[in-house]
């Protein structure tokens, strides 16, 4: 089997493919393990038929146990399992089929779906989010399709030169008592993404409205607006335990907000003078 080596958030995950895996660079891709990398392992085996449903295709991932393990179900609109993993209990090991001319399996919904499940036993949770690195100040942008998350990413880009961590999909983990937001290899249709971190200083769930106005969220308030924007392991007590655990000491650590804002620069200094965000020098 052929060997490729990813680092996502600090995470190492090695893919066995029975066939050739990436055609192209990728920000994420290691050209060697790191030492002592323990880390995680996805097999991927081949089968004959056509590609694998994208996204867009499937109303639901679940996750259930499964003899010694867990198994997530890629579930259609006509209520078909479509094509499942299999994971070890201690979401180290994951295996699943692929057809043959499945290329990028790690950096599409496959990997996609690993990395959220592994990432639970790493303290951290997927989020629909845009998150931005601002002189290491990480800033967290929260809400559904539309809300204006990656048009506050793209301002705080403009007028703070901000990177952009990640669009559409930030992965979070409590790291040593410390919570850090980082880049993913899945961002959506904005395709921008950074295999880089930030130490996580705020969490803003939008709002739009026709005036700027910011207020602090109690954890207990924040966790209603938290817990729509996580992708979560749905159908499977054990995991979901998890992941609320994770998201309970993140919201524990790091202050959050409703944001009620304009796409504009107000709300932008709004954020920066709450945060005390150091203007680049």
């Not at 779906?113 to 951290?124: C, P």
Request: aromatic share 8%; proline share 4%.
């Amino acid at each position: 089997m052929k060997v490729y080596e990813y680092l996502v958030s600090e995470i190492y995950f090695k893919v066995l493919s029975e066939s050739d895996e990436l055609a192209g660079e990728s920000k994420f891709r290691l050209n060697s393990a790191p030492p002592n990398s323990g880390g995680v392992m996805l097999k991927l085996k081949c089968r004959g038929g056509g590609a694998l449903p994208q996204g867009a295709e499937l109303i639901a991932i679940l996750h259930q146990n499964y003899g010694e393990g867990y198994r997530i179900l890629f579930v259609d609109r006509e209520q078909n399992i479509v094509h499942q993993i299999e994971a070890s209990r201690d979401l180290k090991r994951f295996e699943t089929s692929v057809p043959e001319n499945q290329r990028h399996a790690f950096e599409n919904n496959i990997g996609e779906v690993a990395f959220r499940t592994a990432i639970l036993s790493y303290g951290g949770v997927v989020v629909h989010s845009a998150g931005v690195d601002c002189e290491g100040s990480g800033i967290l942008f929260c809400g559904p399709s539309g809300m204006g998350k990656s048009t506050q990413a793209g301002l705080w880009k403009q007028h703070k030169n901000a990177r952009i961590l990640n669009a559409d999909r930030t992965a979070l983990r409590v790291i040593d008592g410390s919570v850090y937001v980082f880049g993913t290899p899945w961002s959506g249709s904005s395709k921008e993404n950074l295999n880089s971190k930030a130490a996580l200083k705020g969490i803003f769930f939008l709002q739009q409205a026709k005036e700027n106005s910011l207020s602090l969220l109690k954890p207990s308030e924040a966790v209603k607006f938290m817990l729509p924007r996580c992708f979560l392991p749905f159908g499977c007590e054990e995991l979901m335990d998890l992941a609320l655990d994770n998201i309970e000491q993140i919201l524990g650590k790091v202050p959050s907000f409703l944001l009620r804002c304009l796409p504009d620069y107000e709300a932008v200094e709004m954020v920066s003078n709450c945060l005390g965000v150091q203007d680049p020098v």
